[in-house]
């Protein structure tokens, strides 16, 4: 009998995440595992996209999106990331920041090209470079506070090292890279001519005054930097699937020519909502975001403390990583069933972030819940006191 499948899937299993939902779903829990942020969306932005079905805006868009999206976006680049992008060349709407990074990976890395990942890393990012037929070199960081060692890195290149992978503010860690650690980077990359994936989807998640640096913002960094994002979090529409990147026009074509091949285009009136929000949304939207997630964090990481689940407190992002070795089990996903049966409380294995043994020490939960979900969340999870 044939193989099943494509060889490239060899290896991939259902993510933990999906996993960890299907099985809270099932105890009727509550769900940190998967980040769908089910805070309220902005009224303007339904209000945009209704418009624009009203006004039939119903069918296919130019394959990198609307031009009021991508001149929006272009606005938007230059004033808050130092990116100057022209929205003619450069910007490509995808289906979300997942499908922007896989177009992205799939134009422009050939089969054993190799990439390094940071660690813990997002399990879509190490799944997309396997589908691609990369090879992942994954460098390590330092807990708690997730630093990064320049000389690890500099082990890792080899003749066959074509791109870095930098997610900030970062899932699952919640890390965001200082200024100095991605001047750091790109110095690498130019000396060794890498790329550098940027996946600043969580762009406006910073917290404790921090501010956000844009990898392809930096001296000669435009070039070699491919930058996703979206709005999937920011507005609380991760169903809608609008995300992009942004690079030199050279790039940017045959990563656009990819989106035309996958997805053709992301969906036209969800484009428009989008635009309308990056275009009317006042800078108080962001301010009260970073605002109310930051005391989400808060409060969620002062319970995770007082019942025994350590965290390293995120410094952005709203995903936190708890230490949950001192729970029963020998595997992090044996302690993650143990605290949903106890506490009817989800959340992600460790070791869908580590490759190594060390994964299996923490926990990923997320904060984006409305009130009432993460009041509930953390009630239940006061239960595991009596467990101490």
């Known amino acids: 009998m044939r193989q099943i499948g494509n060889r490239r899937l060899t290896g991939l299993v259902q993510s933990d995440i999906r996993a960890m939902t299907t099985a809270c779903t099932r105890m009727k829990g509550v769900n940190l595992a998967q980040g769908v942020c089910d805070t309220g969306v ?16 119903n069918t296919y ?17 230059a004033s808050y990331n130092a990116i100057a992008a022209d929205h003619e060349t450069d910007i490509t709407v995808s289906n979300g920041a997942t499908g922007a990074f896989q177009c992205a990976c799939m134009a422009l890395l050939n089969p054993g090209d190799e990439v390094i990942l940071f660690e813990p890393y997002y399990g879509y990012h190490l799944s997309t470079l396997l589908v691609v037929e990369a090879v992942p070199r994954v460098v390590t960081l330092k807990a708690p506070y997730w630093e990064l060692s ?10 066959r090292t074509r791109a870095i992978v930098v997610n900030t503010p970062s899932n699952p860690s919640g890390k965001v890279f200082t200024k100095q650690e991605l001047e750091d980077l790109a110095s690498l990359a130019q000396k060794y001519d890498l790329l550098i994936f940027a996946d600043e989807i969580y762009e406006y998640f910073l917290y404790d005054q921090r501010e956000h640096m844009s990898l392809g913002s930096l001296p000669g960094m435009f070039d070699r930097t491919i930058t996703v994002s979206g709005y999937s979090k920011t507005f609380s529409i991760t169903g809608w699937r609008i995300g ?61 403390e007082r019942v ?37 409380v989800a959340g992600v294995p460790g ?38």
């Open 308 to 344: 025994g689940l350590r965290p390293t407190i995120p410094q952005g992002a709203y995903y936190v990583l708890a230490d949950v070795s001192g729970i029963p089990g020998n595997t992090g996903k044996a302690r993650a069933m143990w605290i949903l049966e106890k506490t009817g």
């Open 61 to 77: 868009t130019r394959f990198d999106g609307l031009p009021i999206l991508r001149r929006a976006l272009a606005r938007k680049l």
């Open 351 to 388: 070791e869908a972030f580590f490759q190594g043994e060390q994964g299996s020490q923490y926990m990923r939960f997320s904060y984006a819940k409305t009130d009432q979900d993460l009041d509930e969340a953390c009630s239940r999870l006061e239960r595991l006191r009596k467990f101490r």
């Open 150 to 159: 320049l000389d690890e890195v500099v082990k890792k290149i080899s003749a």
């Open 244 to 304: 992009h990147s942004v690079a030199s026009a050279p790039y940017a074509e045959i990563i656009g020519a990819m989106n035309d091949l996958l997805y053709v285009c992301a969906p036209a009136p969800l484009q428009y909502g989008v635009a309308v929000g990056i275009e009317e949304l006042s800078p108080s939207f962001y301010h009260d975001l970073r605002t109310t997630f930051q005391a989400k964090r808060d409060r969620f990481c002062e319970v995770l």
């Open 42 to 57: 902005p009224n303007l932005v339904i209000r945009g996209a209704k418009e624009a079905m009203d006004q039939g805006l």
